[in-house]
């Protein structure tokens, strides 16, 4: 098992930036494939970015939006994911993954074992 523990997210005004944090408690990711996902009312679960083990690879859905960003810090086991210029179609519930590499299709929520309890953004306009 890896926990995975998102947090920081919260209500925030349409044009702001938060970051999110995803820590791995008690056990090393350093060697995992981190990723986020996001998740809105009445939709299918959504990729956002996901990193390789080493924070040298970011893979990017095929609708990259240029406005989130993925990081991680392998000595803090935690993966981030900073979000600019949100917007309202950005609230969702947002899941942090995780597996080992090599991963068939980073981009497909099945395909990762490990996955946190999710923190909420809400966007206002």
């Known amino acids: 098992q890896v926990p995975l523990v998102e947090s920081g997210g919260g209500l925030v005004q349409a044009g702001d930036s938060l970051t999110l944090s995803c820590s791995a408690s008690?056990?090393?990711?350093?060697?995992?494939?981190l990723g986020w996902f996001r998740q809105a009312p009445g939709k299918e679960r959504e990729f956002v970015l996901a990193v390789s083990w080493d924070g040298r690879t970011t893979y990017y859905p095929g609708s990259a939006n240029g406005r989130f960003t993925i990081s991680r810090d392998n000595a803090k086991n935690t993966v981030y994911l900073q979000m600019s210029s949100l917007k309202p179609e950005d609230t969702a519930v947002y899941y942090c993954?995780?597996?080992?590499?090599?991963?068939?299709?980073?981009?497909?929520?099945?395909?990762?074992?490990?996955w946190g309890q999710g923190t909420q953004v809400t966007v206002s306009s």
């Open positions: 008690g056990r090393t990711v350093s060697s995992y494939i």
């Open positions: 993954a995780a597996d080992r590499p090599p991963i068939t299709g980073v981009t497909t929520a099945s395909n990762y074992h490990y």
